[in-house]
Every structure is written in C-alpha cells, then in structure tokens.
C-alpha cells in the first residue's frame, strides 16, 4: 500500500500492522523475510517516518500455526505484547528485522497493548541485546531508533505521565481505549450503539494523554479510526494533538480542514466540547 500512502501526501506512515505479514503466511515469518518487509517500506518514504507495530496477534486475529488458546475474552486475553514478551523469540526476530532495516529510512518501533510500565521495560531490555547481537556481526541500524507505545488501555491512560518518562512517542489507539473505557465490546452488535469515542470520558482519556505526553517533551500521534473522523479534526487539533494518522483515502480531507483552521479557535472548540455531559451533546456541537 506504501505507493497510495505516497500519492495521497502523506508526511510518514502512522501504523504499520506487521501483522499482515504474519496472517498471509503459513509458518513465522524469518528475520530476513521481515526485514526486506520493513526495509522496502522505509526506502520508499525517503526519509519520512514510518512507525513499525510489533505483532498484535490475538483478540480477533489468530494464526492457525500458532496454537492461540481458545479463550471467553480474547480481546482481554492473551494478545500482542503479552505474546511476544512471553514468547521472546517472536520479539527478538522482528526487532533484529527492524533494526537492520532502520539503516534505510526514519523508522520508529511501536509496542501494543501495553498496560504496565513494566512491559515497557522488558521490551526495551530485549531490544538493547538486539542490538548488541547486531554490533557483533557488523550490521548497521539506527542507534538511536525511537522505542513508542499504543496507548489503547485505561491503565496506561490514567497514568500517561509515568509512561511518557519510559518511551520516546505516544500513539493513542482510540479503537481499543473507547472500548476499554466504555466496557463496549465494538465487535456485539448488541450494544454497538453504545461504542462511541466521542463520549466525553473518551475525550478526556484523549485530552489526558496529550498532555503527559507534551508535559514529558515527546510527541502523540492518533492511529486510531477517530483520527480519520472529520467531525473531530477541529476538536483533535485544538487538544494539541501532533500527527494524525488514517487510511490513504482520508487524508486529503483530513488535511485540508487542518490548513483551514486557526489553532487558537480551535482550542476554545476544544474547550467547549469537554463541557458536555453526553455524546450526544458533544456531536451536535461538533
């Protein structure tokens, strides 16, 4: 897709779901194979910078040459990093493959699910012995490659400010967080009309994150289906939002409505979203 990413104007590529490369094949995909992957993407965006996803498997996606449990609440279970930290190989093959590939373009490395510092911690563990095994044969990798989280549980949410101090980005996944929060599984029909990231503890969640993250001096992009909303552009603006992140096809609208806005106005917009009560308030403002 990276050539429709390049003709729509896209300043960097916002999530890249490794998962895909998993899913099409019938075995793990090997270091090399990845690695020409990740290599093709970032020699093609010159420069720009293309933020990598490690594995999310689990939830609604699975391997049929993975033996996934089989689980009541997959979607709270046993998924993306919590598989990788458990089955370090997994994490250890795609760092490698991302490392080298790095030596070509700006790429950025993203971690999901994460809930605990700790997570944090060990992947970063993990990815500093990558790169000592790659100093030992000679490869060449950014060394100063950007480590970042998907802020898409309460959790981290709540607590943003301690995981600004641990990570060089926040990417905030509204898909998963308006689910999380509202306790609104997106996949039950049933309750779908309740899934909403427009409800204002949604927005708050959302507002929280960008000022951790500002507060700490790192950067927040959106990769969730909120960003490529164009009833929130405005709104998304005015919390401080940096880079905003969408299918190939959204981003000419997206962009325009950005350009043809006053960052100040849009920050008193802002203001006066967060002091609805409902979603439905929030919406008919908007």
């Not at 049929?64 to 089989?70: N, S, T, V, W």
């Not at 699910?113 to 944090?120: A, K, T």
């Not at 989280?149 to 309460?154: A, C, D, K, L, S």
Request: charged share 30%; aromatic share 8%; hydrophobic share 40%.
């Amino acid at each position: 897709d990276v050539d429709a990413v390049i003709e729509s104007g896209a300043t960097g590529i916002g999530l890249y779901r490794t998962e895909f490369l998993f899913m099409n094949s019938d075995h793990f995909p090997t270091e090399e194979e990845q690695y020409q992957a990740y290599r093709v993407v970032a020699e093609k965006m010159k420069g720009k910078p293309v933020t990598i996803r490690t594995m999310d498997i689990g939830g609604d996606k699975s391997l049929p040459y993975m033996e996934l449990p089989k689980e009541d609440n997959p979607f709270l279970g046993w998924r993306a990093i919590r598989v990788c930290l458990d089955r370090e190989e997994i994490l250890r093959t795609q760092f490698k493959a991302l490392l080298r590939a790095s030596k070509y373009g700006q790429i950025k490395i993203m971690l999901p699910m994460i809930m605990d510092i700790v997570e944090v911690r060990k992947a970063r563990a993990i990815l500093e012995e990558c790169k000592k095994e790659l100093d030992e044969i000679g490869k060449i990798y950014d060394r100063n490659i950007k480590v970042g989280i998907m802020v898409e549980t309460p959790s981290t949410a709540i607590v943003a400010y301690k995981f600004a101090k641990e990570v060089d980005f926040f990417s905030i996944g509204t898909n998963d967080l308006t689910q999380y929060f509202l306790a609104v599984d997106r996949g039950n029909e049933m309750v779908a009309n309740l899934y909403n990231s427009f409800n204002p503890a949604v927005l708050e969640a959302i507002q929280k994150v960008i000022d951790a993250a500002h507060g700490a001096n790192i950067n927040v992009s959106m990769c969730g289906e909120f960003a490529g909303d164009k009833r929130a552009t405005k709104l998304l603006l005015g919390m401080g939002l940096d880079s905003f992140s969408m299918s190939a096809s959204s981003g000419l609208t997206i962009k325009k409505i950005i350009r043809n806005s006053n960052y100040a106005d849009a920050k008193k917009f802002r203001d006066l979203i967060l002091q609805q009560d409902t979603p439905e308030e929030v919406v008919e403002k908007l």
